[in-house]
Structures are given as C-alpha cells and as structure tokens.
C-alpha cells in the first residue's frame, strides 16, 4: 500500500519557469518531511526538508509548502534550470521509517 | 570523508545464488536503513537498524537479512536470489531517531537471471 502518493510521474518545464511537484500522503503520524534529489547513476541526496510545525520553508530557489488539514506537501521550484533536470522524491518518517513517494523525473529544456 | 561506502556497483547472480551487499559509513551514524529502487515504485525500505546489535523490518524484508555488529557496517544478505530481487539497492545513514537528513550510498545495481 503506497503510503505517499507523488505526483506528477514527469514533469518537463522550460528554462525560468516554475516546477511544482505534489505528494499527498495517509498517515498523521510523522515527524519530518525530506525531498530527495536524485541524479542517474547517484544515490538521492537531501535538497530540503519540513517539520509537522512548518507551513512554509524556502532555501534559495526551493520552497516546500505543508497543508496539513489537506494532508499534502508540495515543492517548488523557482527560475528552474537545465541542473534540476533530475527524479526527485517526496518522503515522510514515521515510527523509526521513512516512506517514499513514486518520484518525479523533472526535465528542464534550456 | 567517505561517506557512505556501497560495494560492490555492479553484480549479476544466477537463481538461488547467495550473496551479500555491502554498506559501511563514516559519520558514526546510529540509524542504518537498506532500499531497493524499483521504476515506478520510489524507494522501498528493506530493513533498518536503530544501532548496534538491534535491527527491524522495514516494508519489503522477504528474502533479505540483516546483522549489525559495528557501528559502522551493514551489510543486506540475499539468501536464495530470485529474478523479483532484480534492483538497485541503496544504503542509507543518519543521525539516532532517522528523522534528519538520510545520507545516501552510490547504490548497487542487481541483475538476477
């Protein structure tokens, strides 16, 4: 049973516009929210992450946004450029485990 | 510094071979996780350790084992390997608790036939 649900599968967007990926998840007992992005033939690395007690969180041109009534969290991703071309994953941690979205290959044409 | 260490990247087995996937990390880490990647599935946890001496099953353990005798190593045994075990597998570590950042390996890539 999926626990995340992450969408879009992908995503193609040109250079300078914005990328929102969205993942909707069950359960309401986490603790933290990561996105992961990952590079062919690289293991996924941390690009930003929430606490439950967060609505908002930016860094630079990322920003996850947590609507916890909605039982959803999105990223997005600013001025995007051909470098974000990658999959990225949506996770959450609960109970000692962390559960990943499907992922969302991101293409960004110059 | 190393890292997360992942050997070997590469393997193929035949049906029913054994073998072990190894994980070693550097950052005195406490929480060690194993994954497979699978297209269209995201990552999957495998099993997971808390620390030394103590593991758990995460979603997926069938055909899989676990020991964690060091701090530092972890590796994922796959006792009779079966052609659904074709993946990647990542190893992850991160500070006591798992909720902060999860420091990934290069991963290795299996090829059962």
């Known amino acids: 049973q999926q626990q995340v649900k992450q969408s879009p599968q992908s995503l193609i967007v040109q250079k300078g516009g914005i990328s929102i990926i969205n993942c909707a998840y069950e359960?309401?007992?986490?603790?933290?929210f990561p996105w992961y992005q990952q590079f062919p033939g690289k293991g996924p690395a941390l690009l930003i992450a929430i606490r439950p007690d967060v609505s908002e969180k930016k860094e630079g041109r990322f920003t996850i946004s947590f609507n916890k009534s909605a039982k959803q969290f999105s990223l997005h991703i600013m001025d995007s450029q051909p470098g974000d071309s990658a999959t990225y994953f949506c996770a959450f941690h609960t109970g000692n485990q962390f559960y990943f979205g499907t992922g969302t290959s991101l293409t960004v044409i110059p | 510094n190393a890292g997360v260490t992942q050997t070997p990247k590469f393997q193929v087995l035949k049906t029913g071979q054994s073998m072990t996937l190894q994980c070693a990390q550097d950052?005195?880490?406490?929480?060690m996780s194993w994954y497979r990647q699978d297209p269209g599935m995201g990552l999957r946890l495998i099993h997971y350790?808390?620390?030394?001496?103590?593991?758990d099953q995460g979603e997926v353990p069938n055909g899989y084992n676990v020991s964690r005798s060091t701090t530092e190593d972890f590796p994922l045994r796959l006792l009779s390997a079966a052609p659904s075990q074709t993946s990647v597998y990542f190893c992850a570590s991160s500070y006591a608790g798992g909720n902060t950042e999860a420091f990934f390996g290069q991963g290795t890539r299996l090829t059962v036939v």
């Open positions: 950052m005195n880490h406490e929480y």
């Open positions: 350790s808390v620390g030394a001496g103590i593991t």
């Open positions: 359960n309401t007992a986490f603790d933290y």
